[in-house]
Structures are given as structure tokens and as C-alpha cells.
């Protein structure tokens, strides 16, 4: 399969859009319009993957975490990562991760990630830590906030383990 991975454009965002609400994802115009507004503010990249003419996924660098620890650090965070079911275990999460790890390290001697804590997370749990990701140490977290011992709170997409890799690491 050849991809394609460029910066998002305006033209872009009718189709993402479109090629998601097909399968019952909520990704409207108006995120791919503000993601594409944080771009040209210089906030955010957004990443778009095609193969020939056809939406592939997405993903996007945030260059202020919105992980306090990671803003602490200065660290930033891979955001947003969408490949299309049909698309999968094609390579395209990991040409999105290439780039977006191309660009944090042009900028960064670290990038961060966050990943979700449920089963439907798994085949990304297994690709970052192939790619080198580990735990950045702190637990997880709950809509941003640690997880205290104890503490109970839904496992839903906001239950997240965040992660780091360096530079270097493979």
C-alpha cells in the first residue's frame, strides 16, 4: 500500500470528516476546523495519512501538552492518533507515528503520548511500546489528574497511562 502523509490542509477536512462519520466516529468539521486554526497558530500539526485519494487516518502533535506533567517538562504530546478499521495493520499508524515523531524531535529531545487503559486500546498499547515508549513514571491518570491508590473511577476513554520516549530510542 503507498501512503501519504502531509500537513492538513482546508481542502482536507470535508473528507476526514466525511470518511469518519461513515463508521460512526465523531470527528465533525468543526474539530478538523480548530485543529486546523491550531496549526496556522503554530500550536498544533496535524499529520493527514491518504492512500491514492482516500482518507487514511490522522494524527496530530499538541506543542503544549495538555498533561500538566508534560507541561511541566516542556514535553510534546502525541495527540488524536485515527487510522480507519478498514486500513488497519497497514503500516499507516506507524508512517503517522514516523512523521510526528520526526517533527517533536526536530523541536524536542522527548515526545509524549497518553493511551487509553480499556481492551479497545490494545493493539496501540502493544505498538508503543514496540516503538520504544515507556511510562513516564507517574501512574495513570483520570481526565488528566493521577489516579490515587484506592481511588475508583470509570475505565472509560479518559483513563489514561501516559508515556515518554527519548530521541534515541529505537
Do not use: C
Not at 496549526?39 to 482518507?55: F, H, I, K, P
Not at 475508583?152 to 501516559?162: F, G
Amino acid at each position: 500500500m503507498n501512503i501519504t502523509v502531509k500537513l492538513l490542509e482546508a481542502q482536507d477536512i470535508q473528507l476526514i470528516s466525511l470518511a469518519f462519520t461513515r463508521i460512526g466516529w465523531n470527528k465533525p468539521v468543526s474539530l478538523l476546523e480548530g485543529y486546523l486554526a491550531e496549526q496556522e497558530r503554530g500550536e498544533r500539526v496535524v499529520l493527514v495519512a491518504y492512500s491514492g485519494d482516500a482518507v487514511t487516518g490522522y494524527v496530530t502533535v499538541i506543542w503544549k501538552s495538555y498533561y500538566p506533567p508534560f507541561v511541566d517538562k516542556g514535553i510534546p504530546e502525541i495527540n488524536d492518533l485515527n487510522v480507519l478499521p478498514d486500513f488497519r495493520r497497514r503500516g499507516i499508524a506507524s508512517a503517522l507515528l514516523d512523521e510526528a515523531e520526526k517533527k517533536i524531535f526536530e523541536r524536542s529531545p522527548v515526545a509524549g503520548i497518553g493511551v487509553g487503559m480499556h481492551a479497545g486500546y490494545g493493539a496501540a498499547q502493544r505498538m508503543y511500546a514496540i516503538r520504544g515508549y515507556v511510562p513516564d513514571g507517574l501512574g495513570i491518570s483520570y481526565q488528566g489528574v493521577t489516579v490515587e491508590p484506592g481511588q475508583q473511577v470509570p475505565v472509560d476513554d479518559d483513563l489514561i497511562l501516559y508515556l515518554v520516549k527519548e530521541r534515541n530510542q529505537p
